[in-house]
């Protein structure tokens, strides 16, 4: 981001209450941590010394200094987990991901690797979280399972007997061109294409069309939380909804479903809030 872009964020929430919260939260939204050049940014337009903008970075663990993979891998250390096995669930997975250290990422970018002092569920430990996917009574032999599954894709899902699982044709809700992509499979199905822009990034977007399942494949790597436009790749309209998320309030993206009924899905990276609209009735 350019200096000017950090300006903007800046003058966004100056007069807010926590405003250096909410830009500093902005601007690792964009970037996927917060880098030391903008933190100096933020510092100079703000008017702060950089030790406080650095104190108030490294104060809230949700903030980062450091680019994250793009899976993260928490492993809970909390006193239940430690005295059930979690210092050795962590090393595993250090020898698994070839990392020596709490924060570290894989040299490809893929993985990192973190430890938290609780993750709330401790009758059910040792926990692992990753990517928000919860594995709970975690043993040592399950990390190269849990790794591996994470490479293929968590949300991925197969089609079974599940009726809640299936298939859905979309169109643009402008165009009415289709948006499905039959030479690039997602979930074993033609995937939806899209274009998104987030941040100063743009590029291509696919996602599987199983009612179901949250896989997504991207050019560029979307970080969680980010709040993305939706373009329709024919006539380069924004899908834009009526309606926020229920959940994080985010613009909803509509897509016209083959046989009349209107599919929205959260625009927010990560959160999986979605609504099909079939003759009035939300599902």
């Not at 669930?89 to 570290?104: N, P, Q, T, V």
């Not at 039959?182 to 979930?187: E, G, R, T, W, Y």
């Not at 590029?203 to 009612?211: E, F, Q």
Request: net charge negative; hydrophobic share 35%.
């Amino acid at each position: 981001m350019k200096p000017e872009g950090v300006s903007t964020v800046v003058e966004k929430y100056k007069d807010a209450r926590g405003g250096l919260i909410s830009i500093l939260g902005e601007l690792q939204a964009k970037y996927g941590y917060l880098p030391q050049d903008v933190l100096e940014v933020v510092a100079d337009r703000t008017g702060r010394s950089l030790v406080d903008i650095y104190g108030v970075a490294t104060f809230y663990k949700s903030f980062r200094l450091r680019p994250r993979g793009k899976h993260l891998v928490s492993v809970c250390l909390g006193t239940a987990c430690h005295v059930r096995g979690g210092p050795a669930i962590c090393e595993e997975f250090e020898h698994e991901l070839k990392i020596r250290s709490d924060g570290a990422t894989t040299p490809d970018k893929e993985f990192t690797l973190e430890s938290v002092r609780c993750l709330g569920a401790c009758a059910l430990g040792p926990i692992v979280v990753v990517d928000g996917h919860y594995f709970s009574n975690v043993g040592t032999m399950d990390v190269q399972r849990i790794v591996g599954k994470t490479r293929v894709g968590l949300d991925r899902v197969e089609v079974t007997e599940d009726r809640r699982v299936f298939p859905l044709e979309v169109s643009c809700p402008r165009c009415n061109h289709s948006l499905m992509d039959p030479k690039h499979l997602v979930d074993g199905f033609p995937s939806i294409r899209l274009t998104a822009s987030f941040g100063q990034e743009h590029g291509w977007l696919r996602l599987s069309c199983l009612y179901g399942s949250y896989a997504i494949e991207t050019g560029n790597e979307i970080p969680m939380e980010m709040v993305v436009n939706f373009f329709c790749p024919h006539c380069h309209a924004e899908l834009l909804g009526a309606w926020n998320c229920p959940v994080c309030d985010a613009p909803m993206v509509p897509m016209i479903v083959q046989g009349g009924a209107i599919i929205q899905i959260c625009s927010r990276r990560g959160c999986k809030s979605h609504m099909l609209d079939v003759e009035g009735v939300n599902i």
